[in-house]
Nanobody
Framework: QVQLVESGGGLVQAGGSLRLSCEAS????????MAWYRQAPGKQRELVAS???????NYADSAKGRFAISRDNTKKTVFLQMNSLKPEDTAVYYC??????????????WGQGTQVTVSS
């Protein structure tokens, strides 16, 4: 059973920090790009940050200068360090990854999400 499992969400005051983790588990041959998305109530799901298997990163304008995405390929884990958090960062954060489960075939997977709440 292949899963992306997020952790690290919670309640934090404005200006604080959180570090999210997402581990890919199960019978996985390879992992390509990984990313973090978020969805706030009443809003569309949006890309926050992405990272290629080689470490090239991209960020949403709202995340630049505050968030940092990284990965540990040995542990099959992607991280999102979030600093200077704002109430508008409140959302469910979802992990996303391109995984090779069946050898030679790439597929896209989503985690179940972890809640991040930033209080003012």
């Amino acid at each position: 059973q292949v899963q992306l499992v997020e952790s690290g969400g919670g309640l934090v005051q404005a200006g604080g920090s959180l570090r999210l983790s997402c581990e890919a588990s199960g019978r996985i041959f390879s992992i390509n790009a990984m990313a973090w998305y978020r969805q706030a109530p009443g809003k569309q799901r949006e890309l926050v940050a992405s990272i290629s298997r080689g470490g090239i990163t991209n960020y949403a304008d709202s995340a630049k200068g505050r968030f940092a995405i990284s990965r540990d390929n040995t542990k099959k884990t992607v991280f999102l360090q979030m600093n200077s958090l704002k109430p508008e960062d409140t959302a469910v954060y979802y992990c996303n990854a391109d995984l090779m489960i069946v050898f030679g075939q790439w597929s896209n997977y989503w985690g179940q999400g972890t809640q991040v709440t930033v209080s003012s």
